[in-house]
């Protein structure tokens, strides 16, 4: 695949500009749910999960695990296609640890999303704890039909702040994770939040540098959101901690780009957390406004730095 030697006006790889090269057209995820928990909520490690991960396990725009994968995806579809005439998609399965269950049932969800023409590529979010031998092989197989991409929950590779976080992971895990998959020619895509509580922009700069060392694919990059009924929201209601400005958070999301490279695709700048559980920062749930803003700012960066865009290059 070649990589572009520019991104536009998006200054960035972006996840729309790969697919439009990889699939030859614009692409949308159709959130899934597998039915799967997490060692985290179930006792297997902890009760909880993570102290900012949401009730519905950061996949509260999945569909509910009522009816089968198949259905699911048509439905998604037809909410989709109410906006849109698209026609490609990718299967992404959001909700808490998608490759922690029975191996037979993970065959069973993973192979029926994968079934339909228009489903270009798999995108699984899970821990890199739970890619047991059983579990690489089958992605390993799947990802002979199609693309797989796994997508790991690093947040931070400061463990103390994962300690903090509840997370029961460490980096040391991360890194073994991607190694195994990057081996097996399965693509890796890193989830950083950026304003977990006690941490310096230096320390969340050296999180991106960190990703950028590793053979990973692709990178999102959250906004922390305190929502309700989570651990965290009790830390910041007993002593409120400092969350990021829009303004902040602008500029720092192109500090860390910057810090990635070139061929990294970037699957999110922010996030947009449900609205009747964000507590804060009640800013990003404008998510448009959040990235025309991004976007100016990298404008602003590139006058200022000396950079200027011929008509061609946009």
Same mark, same amino acid.
């Given at each position: 695949?070649?990589?572009?030697?520019?991104?536009?006006?998006? @200054?960035?790889?972006?996840?729309? !500009?790969? =697919?439009?090269?990889?699939?030859?057209?614009?692409?949308?995820?159709?959130?899934?749910?597998?039915?799967?928990?997490?060692?985290?909520?179930?006792?297997?490690?902890?009760?909880?999960? =993570?102290?900012?991960?949401?009730?519905?396990?950061?996949?509260?725009?999945?569909?509910?695990?009522?009816?089968?994968?198949?259905?699911?995806? !048509?439905?998604?579809?037809?909410?989709?296609?109410?906006?849109?005439?698209?026609?490609?998609?990718?299967?992404?399965?959001?909700?808490?640890?998608?490759?922690?269950?029975?191996?037979? %049932?993970?065959?069973?969800?993973?192979?029926?999303?994968?079934?339909?023409?228009?489903?270009?590529?798999?995108?699984?979010?899970?821990?890199?704890?739970?890619?047991?031998?059983?579990?690489?092989?089958?992605?390993?197989?799947?990802?002979?039909?199609?693309?797989?991409?796994?997508?790991?929950?690093?947040?931070?590779?400061?463990?103390?702040?994962?300690?903090?976080?509840?997370? %029961?992971?460490?980096?040391?895990?991360?890194?073994?994770?991607?190694?195994?998959?990057?081996? @097996?020619?399965?693509?890796?895509?890193?989830?950083?939040?950026?304003?977990?509580?006690?941490?310096?922009?230096?320390?969340?700069?050296?999180?991106?540098? %960190?990703?950028?060392?590793?053979?990973?694919?692709?990178?999102?990059?959250?906004?922390?959101?305190?929502?309700?009924?989570?651990?965290?929201?009790?830390?910041?209601?007993?002593?409120?901690?400092?969350?990021?400005?829009? !303004?902040?958070? =602008?500029?720092?999301?192109?500090? =860390?780009?910057?810090?990635?490279?070139?061929?990294?695709?970037?699957?999110?700048?922010?996030?947009?957390?449900?609205?009747?559980?964000?507590?804060?920062?009640?800013?990003?749930?404008?998510?448009?406004?959040?990235?025309?803003?991004?976007?100016?700012?990298?404008?602003?960066?590139?006058?200022?730095?000396?950079?200027?865009?011929? !008509?061609?290059?946009?």
């Amino acid at each position: 695949m070649q990589i572009p030697t520019h991104y536009g006006e998006k @200054r960035y790889y972006s996840l729309n !500009e790969y =697919c439009k090269q990889e699939f030859g057209d614009k692409v949308y995820r159709l959130s899934l749910n597998a039915g799967c928990t997490c060692p985290n909520r179930d006792g297997s490690l902890s009760y909880g999960g =993570c102290a900012f991960c949401s009730e519905g396990g950061s996949g509260d725009f999945a569909t509910s695990y009522n009816v089968s994968v198949t259905t699911q995806i !048509e439905e998604a579809k037809k909410r989709i296609q109410q906006k849109t005439d698209c026609n490609k998609f990718i299967a992404y399965f959001q909700a808490y640890t998608n490759t922690y269950g029975p191996i037979e %049932h993970l065959r069973q969800v993973f192979t029926d999303a994968i079934s339909a023409d228009e489903i270009v590529a798999l995108s699984i979010g899970t821990r890199s704890d739970c890619l047991p031998e059983d579990v690489l092989n089958l992605l390993e197989e799947l990802s002979q039909k199609k693309p797989v991409w796994v997508e790991l929950g690093l947040q931070t590779i400061h463990n103390g702040t994962l300690e903090a976080m509840n997370t %029961h992971t460490t980096v040391e895990q991360f890194d073994a994770a991607v190694m195994k998959l990057h081996r @097996r020619g399965i693509s890796v895509i890193t989830h950083v939040i950026l304003g977990l509580p006690g941490e310096t922009r230096d320390m969340m700069l050296e999180t991106i540098q %960190h990703v950028a060392s590793l053979p990973v694919d692709g990178i999102k990059l959250q906004l922390l959101h305190v929502l309700k009924n989570t651990a965290l929201a009790k830390m910041y209601e007993a002593e409120p901690f400092d969350v990021f400005s829009l !303004e902040e958070y =602008c500029d720092f999301v192109i500090d =860390c780009v910057e810090q990635l490279p070139p061929n990294m695709v970037i699957h999110r700048l922010t996030g947009d957390g449900p609205r009747a559980l964000l507590i804060a920062p009640l800013w990003s749930t404008d998510k448009k406004r959040v990235l025309n803003t991004i976007q100016k700012r990298f404008v602003e960066r590139d006058a200022w730095q000396g950079k200027y865009y011929t !008509e061609k290059t946009l």
